[in-house]
Nanobody, 124 residues
Framework: QVQLVESGGGLVQAGGSLRLSCAASGRTSVNYVMAWFRQAPGKERVFVAAISWSGGRTYYADSVKGRFTISRDNVKNVAYLQMNSLKPEDTAVYYC?????????????????WGQGTQVTVSS
């Protein structure tokens, strides 16, 4: 089992930045892909970004490409999501997820572990 805890959410004005963190604990010796998803009010949870175990490969949703950066520190067992140039439409609960896989995946159902989520609100 892997436990994930997100932090770093909050309220920011449009154009601002936030950095989310996801701390992993438990069975962290296993290689796993990490990802961020988000869920806006009344909408489905959708993929935002993912990073391979080594950190050498990343993948982003078109809506955040060029503005968000995913990274990880396997020594600290933490994944990050740096969010720049935030827009009101980025407002959502952001969830960290992990999958015991070698390759990046974006299908939500294939992720094994989830955090509790952290709220990001972008005001216009």
């Amino acid at each position: 089992q892997v436990q994930l805890v997100e932090s770093g959410g909050g309220l920011v004005q449009a154009g601002g930045s936030l950095r989310l963190s996801c701390a992993a604990s438990g069975r962290t010796s296993v290689n796993y892909v990490m990802a961020w998803f988000r869920q806006a009010p009344g909408k489905e949870r959708v993929f935002v970004a993912a990073i391979s175990w080594s950190g050498g490969r990343t993948y982003y949703a078109d809506s955040v490409k060029g503005r968000f950066t995913i990274s990880r520190d396997n020594v600290k067992n933490v994944a990050y999501l740096q969010m720049n140039s935030l827009k009101p439409e980025d407002t959502a609960v952001y969830y960290c997820a992990a999958a015991e896989r070698a390759s990046i995946i974006i299908v939500i159902d294939l992720y094994d572990y989830w955090g509790q989520g952290t709220q990001v609100t972008v005001s216009s």
